[in-house]
């Protein structure tokens, strides 16, 4: 009767960690940040970093008007995962977070409940409504607070900027003033993007364009002078998508290329047109209006030029129409207009001056007299007789009754020859959904081609100048916002509505002229300065005014300023004011969605361009939108919405880190369910390797160092590739490129340590002695592996690399992975040769690896350690190997090198020359310890199952096996 074997296990190192294998992150990262809290991260952050080289990520601010959205946490993440890599990249990078808290989206809100009230917030005191909008964006401002916290984000919590707080008020009120001083500000009436809904001017980041049906119009204009006798009792033919602006016509544009002159000699069946009309259209669109028109036959009696046309007057449509007092019988002139072309309608374009860009401009100058016709409310002025009171838009962004009547007052004169639906890309507000209207309506804009005195250049010109000196993220994106500058209108600030900072200004009810006192604007602004913007509203007009000037001889404006013009004045008391000693101006690094080329960094590269002659940014970078995973926009109706609280509560944080940073933000980002479980997957393959190095690191000590030069080559082609790899994540997080950064560091721990150098070294740190030099030299590099690997990973996976860097160095109240810098790797590391060389080794291991697996797959092993292959290569590659244990780095018991030529039924890789192998079974008996195959196992009378290293190390370790 034999022994029972003797149990080993005990003898063993296996790998022993507190970090456990399932993350728990929904319960732990609140645990962390907690802690963080407690530690005051921030302020430990702010005071080791005093005196470096300073990074400044300028916080564009959210609305502080509900819940935080999957885009916001977008945003926030990967604003906090680039300064936290480069306040580790060595840089001082204070955050401080900020809201934007003035404007529509908050006035909205109030809005909404007073409607829900049955209240009118008309009828509500002024300073009560301001009061009630203050106090709604105070408390999102909280809850948003928190659930950016919630996220990782850190930054000055205890102290974010707002626009709303009376120093911001006051400086973007002096910022304005620099505007008048530098006599950019003026009032003028132009045509602006108007919502009735809203009733208020918006600017052009506050519109998206969606599909909306309209009815276009073929209209009749009668010619009543004419120097040209061709046009002699012919009209006019115009083509409008806008019905209701047809009582607001004065004039028609023309182009530069040829006219025909028709008469109508057939109607076909639906057409309206008559017999005998004699219509003057473009030569080249002349057959598509005959087809719309339903005309079955002309006869074309002239062909004019653009030099024929410009003695030609029509009257308008409604000349002498009952019930309108007259008030259409006035001349319709032609005018030249560059922007009329051939690409639809009739060549012709009816020109109404207060509803239209061009129009407008081709007014002003031919000095065209217009009044306004349609108010605030979208209806028809009175002054509009036979329309008045009728709604172009309805107050609840619906079409009105405007476009019906008018249509029928064509048909009713006999001017209208078509009429048809179609379906085009039309302007409406990102708020209400509601279509908008072009309106000319008095307003303050900010000139773009007025030369500043103090730098005798444009605001235009300054910014597109400053637009070449910013570095921008992607490249594409200074193409963009420089198209937009070039051809952007002069800025209009001012909005009529009440939650905001006033234009604070005074006109004389004389002359029109702003008063420009010095004194007077330093009283309101250190009213401002007091009491906040409300100021304006509380305190008397005299008391501004002092005792230099009447306040009944002038007019107190009572209009907003534009919530983008109070976001781009960010720059001015966020990084200017010195309330956060920390931050300095220029920001380093602007950071938002693409959209925001028309927002925030338009509006901001302008205000600063204006009042300080650059750009308040050097770098700008931009992020994409968020989608389902079928790429569509989500929705609560789709029920597809993704909400990062919900996220946080299943996944945590760290997986909605590793989504933002894994996928390639500059485009749009895609997210659901799926996503976010290979996002899981890709963590745990992060966090295992975390385990398995502290596991690994158990019982470390600095006793057991070894010198670089005293490690095996194994451990020195570590090194080499930790040389290699902090080389590219420094220069990834240098270019914000954190997608190639973590599939770096996947590839890195994925190819190079789990599958190769752990699965090497599993056997050394396993069963080698515990002062051996292999053991202790893995053990060496595996510290210098985590120490990088966790300080890599900390900006992404901040709550992971935290609990992973407290379980190796303890819970000391100043003890955070986040208040490392990344290690600095010496030069001596990188060995090229050694790399080449090893690059060689790993090749042909593939395909020792590849012929073992087919072994197994056949039944002819069971595991790597049973085998014994016969590896055939070249001279030369026997030469690279002679001085490796290759066994040891095939992980096998034993193996043969042969430079002979191999079977047939060797084993390739047909992308790996000469190498082919033989899988065959070791011979010996099965070391009980360590689970190698050899010979020498049986031959230690008081340890018969072991070999001779694990002899050794039991035997040392004083469990002799006796």
Not at 288 to 294: D, S
Not at 749 to 775: G, Q, W
Request: proline content about 4%.
């Amino acid at each position: 009767m034999t022994d029972a074997k003797k149990d080993y296990r005990d003898t063993v190192f296996l790998p022993q960690t507190a970090f456990p294998m399932q993350g728990g992150l929904p319960k732990k990262e609140p645990e962390l940040l907690a802690r963080w809290q407690r530690m005051d991260l921030h302020g430990k952050l702010r005071g080791q970093s005093a005196g470096r080289e300073k990074f400044i990520l300028h916080d564009g601010p959210p609305y502080a008007n509900g819940n935080i959205h999957i885009g916001h946490a977008l945003n926030k993440i990967l604003k906090d995962v680039i300064n936290r890599s480069r306040q580790m990249m060595g840089f001082d990078a204070p955050y401080v977070p900020g809201w934007d808290c003035h404007g529509l989206p908050i006035e909205w809100k109030i809005e909404e409940k007073y409607r829900a009230e049955g209240k009118d917030k008309d009828g509500v005191p002024i300073l009560q409504f301001r009061a009630e909008c203050r106090a709604f964006a105070e408390h999102w401002k909280t809850v948003q607070a928190e659930e950016f916290q919630r996220l990782g984000v850190v930054g000055d919590w205890a102290h974010p900027y707002s626009t709303m707080t009376k120093a911001a008020e006051a400086q973007i009120l002096r910022e304005m003033y620099k505007f008048v001083d530098n006599g950019l500000l003026y009032k003028g009436v132009k045509p602006v993007m108007w919502s009735v809904v809203e009733k208020t001017a918006l600017a052009e980041a506050e519109i998206e364009y969606h599909d909306h049906t309209s009815t276009t119009l073929w209209v009749k204009f009668p010619v009543v002078k004419t120097a040209c006798k061709e046009l002699e009792g012919a009209s006019v033919v115009i083509w409008t998508t806008t019905p209701w602006t047809i009582p607001a016509n004065r004039a028609i544009a023309y182009g530069d290329f040829a006219y025909s002159v028709l008469r109508v000699e057939e109607v076909a069946e639906g057409g309206i047109a008559k017999v005998g009309d004699v219509l003057a259209v473009a030569e080249n669109l002349q057959d598509a209006f005959v087809q719309e028109a339903k005309i079955g036959r002309v006869s074309k009696l002239a062909v004019l030029a653009k030099d024929d046309l410009g003695s030609v007057v029509c009257a308008h449509p409604f000349r002498g129409r009952a019930g309108s007092d007259g008030y259409f019988d006035y001349d319709v002139p032609l005018y030249f207009g560059d922007f009329v072309t051939t690409d639809a309608g009739t060549g012709f374009v009816h020109i109404a001056p207060g509803h239209g860009e061009d129009d407008f401009n081709l007014g002003r100058k031919h000095k065209i007299k217009f009044d306004e016709t349609v108010g605030d409310d979208g209806r028809y002025l009175p002054n509009v007789k036979g329309f008045e009171g009728l709604y172009v838009y309805k107050p609840d962004g619906k079409v009105g009754e405007a476009n019906g009547a008018v249509i029928k007052a064509l048909l009713d004169a006999g001017a209208l020859l078509a009429k048809k639906n179609i379906k085009h890309s039309y302007p409406h507000s990102w708020r209400s959904k509601a279509p908008l209207i072009f309106r000319t309506t008095p307003q303050w804009f900010i000139a773009m081609d007025e030369k500043i005195a103090a730098t005798g250049k444009t605001l235009r010109e300054t910014a597109l100048e400053s637009i070449g000196q910013t570095g921008w993220y992607p490249g594409i994106g200074e193409n963009r916002i420089r198209g937009m500058i070039e051809s952007r209108p002069d800025w209009c600030i001012s909005r009529q509505r009440a939650w905001g900072v006033p234009i604070a200004l005074f006109v004389d009810k004389t002359t029109g002229d702003v008063l420009r006192d010095k004194a007077v604007m330093n009283r309101i602004a250190a009213a401002f300065d007091a009491d906040g913007a409300d100021a304006w509203y509380a305190r008397p007009a005299q008391e501004f005014l002092g005792n230099d000037y009447r306040a009944d001889d002038f007019i107190q404006v009572f209009d907003i300023v534009d919530v983008w013009f109070e976001s781009g004045s960010t720059h001015a008391f966020v990084l200017e004011s010195g309330v956060w000693p920390n931050l300095q101006s220029p920001a380093s690094l602007y950071l938002e969605g693409s959209d925001q080329h028309r927002g925030w960094f338009h509006s901001s590269l302008l205000e600063s361009c204006g009042t300080r002659g650059r750009a308040p940014f050097d770098k700008v970078l931009t992020h994409g939108f968020t989608l389902d995973e079928q790429g569509r926009k989500m929705s609560k109706s789709l029920g597809n919405v993704t909400a990062p609280q919900e996220v946080n509560d299943k996944w945590g944080a760290d997986i909605l880190r590793l989504w933002v940073l894994s996928s390639d933000y500059s485009e749009d980002l895609r997210i659901g369910p799926e996503i976010l479980k290979q996002n899981g997957d890709l963590y745990r393959r992060f966090r295992n390797t975390l385990r398995y190095l502290l596991g690994a690191l158990n019982g470390m000590s600095d006793a057991e160092h070894v010198a670089v030069a005293d490690m095996p080559e194994l451990e020195r082609w570590v090194l080499h590739r930790l040389h290699e790899v902090d080389a590219s994540i420094r220069a990834d997080m240098a270019a914000f490129d954190f997608g190639h950064m973590l599939q770096t560091l996947h590839n890195f721990c994925n190819t190079d340590l789990s599958a190769f150098y752990f699965d090497i070294r599993k056997d050394s740190l396993y069963c080698d002695r515990a002062d051996s030099l292999r053991r202790r030299s893995a053990r060496t590099v595996m510290e210098q592996i985590f120490n990088h690997l966790a300080v890599w990973l900390a900006p992404v996976l901040c709550f992971t690399a935290e609990e992973a860097w407290l379980a190796r160095f303890g819970d000391d109240e100043n003890n955070s992975v986040h208040l490392q810098t990344f290690p600095a790797v010496p030069a001596a590391w990188r060995d090229d040769a050694l790399a080449h060389k090893w690059a060689e080794i790993r090749a042909v291991r593939r395909v020792v690896t590849g012929a073992l697996e087919r072994a197994r797959n056949d039944k002819k092993i069971g595991a790597p350690l049973q085998a014994h292959p016969h590896v055939y290569v070249s001279d030369r590659v026997i030469v690279t190997l002679q001085d490796v244990d290759f066994a040891e780095i095939c992980v096998n018991s034993s193996l043969t090198l042969q430079a002979d030529p191999a079977p047939e039924n060797a084993f390739s890789l047909p992308d790996i020359a000469n190498v082919s192998v033989v899988v065959e079974l070791a011979e010996g008996r099965k070391c009980e310890r360590c689970w190698q195959v050899l010979p020498e196992v049986g031959s230690h009378k008081d340890a018969p199952d072991l070999c001779h290293r694990c002899h050794d190390a039991v035997t040392h370790s004083g469990q002799a096996a006796a």
